[in-house]
């Protein structure tokens, strides 16, 4: 697969939910969205398989979110990457690789605005060194340590696309 | 001075932050202040508060009674706001 065409893409309601601290399904003028706090670090998982078209040259992560309410303020994730790869990966217990950061930014000036942002994971141990038709989680959630804007962000999409 | 400790104001300004009662233009630090400022305010006024509290309800009903009063009150001044 060449470069910059799209691999994989999530819908919210395709999420996993951790045990605890699980971003919660909301609506948005009936788009389904998934509500991750402001305050306490909420976590959701997709699950995926990469497709055999993938090159091998790190991908890009594509993250289409709204603020719920603010208006000022920012906005930031961060995605990690969990190979389950044949054979290997024990799933009684998270493996991710080092979380990478989508840089904070800031909100749309109109709430339900949505906003697309993105990281560039490059191939190897940031990806967990998922390969071609490995089975993967990846794992995102708000970068709440850093991010300023009040009230939920909302996950509207992940669209994952080779670098 | 703050009746809150800062656990509690978090926990305020969290469940706060997770309504949706329209736009906000402020950040989480800056609800946060608020949530503290207001903290302070009731604190430093409960004797003003507990003031406007006429005979017999004050001083027959418990604090914890009429704190449920006021959060009543407080309730319903919402209420009607957001239905006018």
């Known amino acids: 697969m060449a470069s910059g065409d799209s691999l994989i893409m999530f819908q919210p309601w395709s999420f996993s939910p951790p045990a605890t601290n699980a971003a919660t399904i909301g609506h948005r003028n009936n788009h389904p969205v998934l509500n991750f706090d402001t305050t306490t670090q909420w976590t959701a998982y997709f699950s995926g398989i990469l497709p055999r078209a993938y090159g091998s040259s790190g991908v890009t992560v594509y993250v289409h979110w709204m603020a719920a309410t603010a208006t000022s303020g920012t906005i930031g994730w961060d995605i990690a990457f969990e190979r389950m790869s044949d054979n290997t990966t024990d799933l009684d217990s998270d493996s991710f690789a080092t979380a990478q950061t989508v840089t904070a930014a800031t909100v749309p000036s109109t709430a339900g605005v949505v906003k697309v942002t993105s990281v560039a994971i490059t191939n190897g141990a940031n990806m967990d060194s998922v390969n071609v038709g490995d089975s993967f989680r990846l794992r995102i959630r708000r970068d709440v340590a850093n991010d300023t804007a009040a009230g939920f962000a909302q996950l509207l999409a992940i669209e994952i696309k080779e670098t | ?84």
């Open chain 2, 1 to 84: 001075m703050a009746y809150l400790d800062n656990n509690d104001r978090l926990t305020a300004a969290s469940e706060w932050m997770r309504e949706d009662f329209g736009e906000v233009s402020i950040t989480k630090s800056e609800v946060l202040d608020a949530i503290n400022s207001l903290d302070v305010f009731l604190e430093d006024n409960r004797t003003v508060i507990n003031n406007a509290i006429p005979e017999p309800a004050r001083s027959n009903l418990s604090v914890n009674q009429k704190i449920l009063m006021l959060q009543y009150v407080l309730a319903r001044r919402l209420e009607a706001r957001s239905d006018g």
